[in-house]
């Protein structure tokens, strides 16, 4: 698919997307963070995208990945916060992270205490309305694992708010309709993502070289 036609997904699917990352983080810096994550992912294989509905459901699963954490694009801000790389904050790619931030609805605060395979699974389910089949392709699980698990996280969320299932799927609903609804020029955005992960990957190559050449000049001068 084109350029133009990644522009205009993005425009089409930036708001219903970023309320599925909200109800994965429950605050919308975090949501908006996520969202970027996943369509610089989705942009990044676009051309091998049959369509927009295989680029919508590719960008689902990059949402979950980044919600469960299997992303190595922090491992900058992580090396940032270390003794270590103690100063190292103005180096590309190694800027310390925002910290996680405390949700202040009682819903989502509650979805903070859910596994995180449940989370996503009742995001997607009543947060987006999905059907399980959809659901399961997002987490990479056959369709009865998702049911358990969207039985389970029912269950959690439900004794941590104290209410029925029902209910419980309801909240996460009326939730996900106070995510934001805007959040400015998201094409621009990915495009920016794009360039800092660049530039992070740079920062990275640097220290490796940095560090191979330490080991270098250490083993020859030691002879």
């Known amino acids: 698919m084109t350029a133009g036609a990644f522009e205009e997904f993005v425009a089409a699917e930036s708001t219903p997307s970023l309320r599925t990352a ?11 963070d996520l969202l970027q994550e996943a369509l610089i992912a989705v942009h990044g294989r676009w051309d ?6 295989e680029a919508a459901a590719a960008l689902r699963r990059e949402l979950v990945a980044a919600h469960l954490g299997r992303r190595w694009s922090r491992f900058g801000a992580v090396l940032a916060d270390s003794r270590l790389m103690a100063g190292t904050t103005g180096i590309p790619g190694f800027a310390s992270a925002h910290p996680d931030p405390v949700p202040s609805d009682e819903t989502a605060a509650a979805l903070a205490h859910v596994l995180p395979r449940q989370r996503a699974a009742l995001a ?12 399961a392709d997002a987490l990479g699980a056959p369709v ?8 389970d996280g029912l269950g959690r969320l439900g004794e941590l708010l104290e209410v029925d299932g029902g209910t419980a799927a309801a909240r996460v609903g ?12 998201v094409h621009g955005w990915v495009l920016d993502g794009e360039r800092s992960q660049r530039r992070h990957r740079a920062g ?10 330490v080991v270098l000049l250490l083993l020859f001068t030691g002879r």
């Open 48 to 53: 091998r995208l049959a369509d927009r509905e």
């Open 22 to 32: 909200y109800l994965l983080t429950g605050d919308g810096r975090a949501a908006g």
């Open 124 to 135: 997607l389910r009543y947060g987006t309305d999905l059907s399980e089949a959809a659901v």
């Open 204 to 213: 990275l190559l640097a220290l490796a070289g940095f560090f191979v050449l």
């Open 174 to 185: 009326d939730l996900a309709g106070r995510a934001p609804a805007d959040i400015g020029d």
């Open 144 to 151: 009865a694992d998702v049911r358990a698990r969207i039985a």
